[in-house]
């Protein structure tokens, strides 16, 4: 038995960053903001700074609910891989209760600023991917290999609460791009996360996870190839919504072939070296044709 250490102001803080995996909830924050900026002013019906600043703290606020109740389901199993032993539950910097009670309130905050303050369907869909990220993704890890298509769904969701946060809408012909987005986020995880659990299969392997990288490694491999070359006919799409100019697909070429040949390399080579190159390859390639859209956006 050892003692929950005392907590101070600044390590409390560096737990909640933890808890809710601030570098993730960064990204789908961002996400969710590219979603909302990709919609042309004559498709919204909703708009303003207040609208993004409540998107945004929602959005944040329900990706660090879902991570937080991840790492309460998987403290037991973090506390055996090197990774993740230092997290604030299997470090006992915080005791269960406390992970739960951050959850829960960060939880209810993210819901109900999405449904109050921007729209109730984009709170469904941050209520959505709560559940869908903590209660089927997590348990699926340890269960079966079909884990990661739900952790990629989990990951297209935050461009549609963006989109949703200016439109109001899902079903519409004009929702289109907006599903293009989402759709490319789905695809992008696959080259992103394969490659970086590659890397990490000992590890999942100790843990009890069910991954590709450590059950099917060359099913991981050529996954992560086939949805990187997927991305390159996605951006191509858009501008057939008219939401961004002609010119985005040629200028988000590059950085798809740039994409598409490091998951080649990982698809052929099989080494970590090669692993490593894709994963760094994919935190580039994300933002780029993000920002592409962005700068091409019509209207």
């Known amino acids: ?65 879902a991570n937080a109740t991840n790492q309460l389901l998987e403290a037991p199993y973090d506390a055996q891989m090197p990774r993740t032993r230092n997290r604030p539950l299997p470090a006992r910097l915080v005791t269960p209760l406390h992970g739960a009670t951050y959850a829960g309130i960060m939880g209810l905050s993210g819901v109900t600023i999405l449904s109050l303050a921007v729209n109730p369907l984009t709170g469904v869909l941050g209520a959505a991917n ?23 769904l989990v990951g297209g969701i935050p461009p549609l609460m963006g989109w949703t946060a200016a439109t109001d809408s899902l079903l519409q012909l004009s929702d289109a791009p907006g599903w293009l987005l989402a759709g490319l986020l789905f695809a992008w995880q696959f080259p992103h996360f394969n490659a970086l659990s590659h890397n990490l299969r000992s590890e999942y392997a100790r843990g009890g996870y069910r991954m590709m990288s450590a059950s ?34 040629l200028l988000s070429l590059p950085a798809n072939v740039a994409f598409i040949h490091a998951s080649w390399r990982f698809w052929r080579d099989q080494s970590d070296k090669a692993a490593r190159w894709c994963f760094w390859v994919s935190l580039v390639h994300l933002p780029a044709v993000m920002l592409l859209a962005m700068v091409c956006k019509t209207g």
Request: positive net charge; aromatic residues 8%.
């Open 1 to 65: 038995y050892r003692p929950v250490p005392a907590l101070t102001a600044k390590t409390l803080k560096r737990a909640y960053v933890q808890l809710g995996k601030g570098n993730l909830t960064l990204l789908v924050t961002l996400t969710s903001m590219a979603g909302y900026a990709l919609c042309p002013a004559s498709l919204a019906v909703s708009s303003g700074p207040l609208v993004l600043l409540a998107l945004t703290a929602g959005t944040a606020a329900c990706s660090a609910a």
């Open 130 to 152: 709560i559940i869908l990220y903590a209660f089927v993704y997590t348990p699926l890890k340890r269960v079966h290999i079909v884990n990661t298509w739900v952790g990629s």
């Open 216 to 249: 099917h490694p060359l099913l991981n491999r050529r996954t992560a190839l086939r949805y990187a070359i997927a991305c390159l006919p996605l951006c191509a799409a858009l501008p057939l919504t008219g939401a961004v100019h002609p010119i985005y697909a």
